[in-house]
């Protein structure tokens, strides 16, 4: 249904960020302007309430400092000086100067890399007509590892897929440990059926090195260091196996491999673990207690487990042994039993019905992982890595704030001869860096359709109000992009709407998604009562035969850190960077408001370590080791346990102290599993600016 300009209406739309929550929003319109954005009441999920974030979403949408115009860089790389151009003017630069690298022969169109993630979690503006376009172009591919990767390798290893339980039913459970997740700031409807679990008796444990707002507000919390979550889990394990608190019919019937899982979880006493953990034996037998007691049909027990935990080198080998903990105590047998990480691979997303990976035609180009860009971008061409990055195309991220070991990140964005072209909403740290700026619509002024990880309906965006100035949809520039480049196919011209019906096919309701704005995709309560789990073996897998095929250790174990507590004399503070609380990743760091309430980048510090260190509180320090340094304002906390710091991310560099920001600190080791960033495995120093 339309609106006349003049008349006030409510739009329904999806939340396009990174959150469990995939929230359901209601967006007031009135003559042609966005006034209010809240959630939809009438989505069970949402249930009418939004994060402080994206309550202040027209106040992004009409910042001041909104791209309204194609601009084409004029001073040097970094510089932020630009002038504007027309569309056309930009698009045919844009499509001569790839195309002059693509002709030169037959793979030297892999010298072109695509470079995206999350800024938009939608289905069709995220990879669709995107996809198309680098798919025909051959340009290399793009391995989206820089969150979730490490985890989800994990759960498909261990469970079969990106499953677990329905979020709702969290609110009947009697145990739930909250496990390397701050949900107050990151998964908020989440934090309502756990609340509500609270009110009816249930016991909330956090387990997290950070004392977050989260952890405040359970009746426990269990500081232990990074990285060492595998450990804790072993020991768990071997407390089960010494107290007999087992369900045996459970493991017989729906694991494999356990006895030579128990084998190795009996060489992992509490004492061991607590050394590692740097915690006590009693808190890790009190807590396997806690949890043996809901075995079998004394539970239920619960697992929320999030993604900050897997961002370390064992980071994979730990998210699947506390996969693999439900199974020990029959905690599936309860719809509020069991775990969650992620709910994804519940979503029938036709995704090559989106991307047409046929395009290709046959042709395989080489996989760049976007976790190691700093250094692939300075990579020469060799027979082994291919030809250099001589062009790069960034939409819906901003590498150059929230990439790792960003100091390098910078020298590659900094080439001369390297040909960047950015969409974004705003001036970033990375559009700094872009050759051509393109202005991208934002979720107000375009269709969407979207998956979630929190919880398991299929939600539907339409615009609410046309795109600002001369702002255009992802998939329109690339549309145009296509057209320009002399791509003739017909996939280049279906319009956004046919897009959003192919997300789904006939797997969803597209017409309840048209009418209501969300549609559920399935409604399976208790997915692994009876096992049926969807790994080869129909059985949770202790052991991966998959896994030993690849030459890795089929059974999950605790791999210490690259950078572990205690290994270095120079760097002897284990850092984190946990995501600001009014922030996103690197989105709304620039809306007024909410930097208001952040106030500037900060280091969360002990007592005890600032003593050491002759550190006063509200201090101006240097964070180093050796990939560089970062200067912030020190707070002494009492969220801090000893021997670890947090540096609160992810800020634009561009309003650090000294123009950078934590990720100056974080390296570009990967993951045992997933090929994953390890920002959460990083060693430094601190000390005053001198």
């Known amino acids: 249904m339309t609106h006349p300009d003049t008349a006030t209406h409510q739009v329904r739309g999806a939340c396009p960020h990174d959150c469990p929550d995939t929230c359901s929003l209601l967006t007031t319109v009135s003559g042609g302007v966005a006034i209010k954005v809240q959630g939809n009441p009438a989505h069970p999920a949402t249930a009418g309430t939004l994060c402080t974030k994206v309550s202040r979403y027209t106040e992004r949408t009409y910042h001041p400092d909104r791209l309204q115009q194609p601009m084409k860089r004029v001073g040097a790389k970094g510089s932020g000086q630009f002038e504007p151009v027309s569309w ?125 707002e989260t952890a405040e507000k359970c009746h426990e919390h269990i500081a232990l260091l990074p990285g060492t979550d595998a450990a804790l889990a072993l020991a768990l394990m071997h407390e089960l196996i010494h107290r007999d608190w087992l369900d045996h019919d459970y493991l017989a019937q729906h694991t494999l491999g356990w006895e030579l899982m128990r084998a190795r979880a009996l060489q992992w006493p509490p004492e061991r673990a607590a050394a590692v953990c740097g915690i006590t034996p009693e808190q890790i037998r009190a807590l396997a207690q806690a949890y043996g007691a809901c075995r079998g049909e004394a539970g239920p027990a619960a697992i929320r487990l999030n993604y900050g935990m897997q961002r370390v080198r064992g980071g994979g080998n730990a998210v699947r042994l506390i996969a693999t903990l439900p199974a020990l105590i029959g905690a599936w047998r309860h719809r509020a039993g069991g775990m969650l990480l992620s709910s994804s691979g519940s979503f029938p997303v036709n995704r090559a019905a989106l991307q047409r990976p046929d395009l290709l035609a046959g042709r395989r180009p080489r996989t760049i992982n976007m976790s190691t860009i700093g250094d692939d971008l300075l990579r020469p061409a060799s027979a082994e890595f291919g030809p250099a990055i001589e062009a790069l195309v960034v939409y819906n991220s901003n590498p150059v704030a929230v990439a790792p070991d960003s100091g390098r990140v910078v020298q590659g964005f900094a080439r001369e001869d390297l040909f960047t072209v950015v969409l974004e909403h705003f001036q970033t740290d990375t559009a700094d860096y872009a050759d051509y700026l393109l202005p991208a619509t934002t979720q107000l002024e375009h269709w969407d359709v979207h998956a979630g990880y929190g919880h ?187 021997g670890v710091v947090h540096g609160l991310g992810v800020w634009w560099r561009k309003f650090g102290l000294d123009g950078t920001n934590v990720n100056q600190l974080t390296s570009q080791h990967l993951t045992d599993l997933g090929r994953a960033p390890t920002f959460y495995d990083c060693l430094v120093e601190v000390t005053t600016v001198s």
């Open 88 to 212: 056309g003017v930009a698009l045919s630069d844009i499509a001569n100067r790839l195309h002059a690298i693509a002709a030169r022969g037959p793979d030297s169109a892999q010298a072109i890399l695509p470079y995206s993630y999350a800024g938009t979690m939608g289905l069709v503006q995220g990879d669709s007509m995107s996809a198309r376009f680098f798919h025909r172009l051959g340009a290399s591919l793009l391995d989206r590892t820089i969150c979730a990767s490490a985890g989800a390798e994990a759960l498909t290893q261990t469970l079969g897929g990106k499953l677990g339980m329905r979020i709702e039913f969290f609110a009947e459970s009697k145990l739930i440990l909250i496990w390397g997740s701050n949900p107050i700031a990151s998964n908020l409807h989440f934090w309502r059926h756990a609340q509500e679990a609270k009110r009816r008796g249930a016991r909330l444990i956090c387990i997290d090195p950070r004392r977050s």
């Open 456 to 642: 398991t309906d299929a939600l539907l965006n339409r615009p609410a109000i046309a795109p600002l100035g001369q702002a255009r949809t992802n998939t329109q520039i690339f549309r145009e992009l296509a057209l320009h480049m002399g791509f003739t196919e017909p996939e280049f011209t279906e319009d956004d709407q046919t897009l959003c019906g192919l997300a789904y096919g006939d797997a969803v309701d597209f017409e309840a998604l048209l009418a209501k704005g969300f549609a559920p995709v399935t409604q399976v309560r208790a997915p692994f009562a009876q096992g049926q789990f969807p790994t080869p073996s129909g059985k949770c897998e202790f052991f991966s035969a998959r896994l030993a095929a690849q030459g890795l250790d089929g059974l999950p174990d605790y791999l210490p850190n690259h950078e572990a507590p205690g290994s270095s004399a120079h760097y002897p503070l284990a850092m984190i960077s946990p995501p600001a609380r009014n922030f996103l990743n690197s989105s709304f760091v620039n809306v007024q408001s909410l930097r208001d309430i952040e106030g500037e980048p900060l280091l969360e510090m002990h007592a005890q370590d600032a003593k050491a260190r002759g550190l006063n509180d509200g201090a101006t320090v240097r964070v180093f080791n050796q990939r560089g340094q970062h200067h912030c304002r020190l707070v002494v906390s009492h969220r801090a346990r000893p």
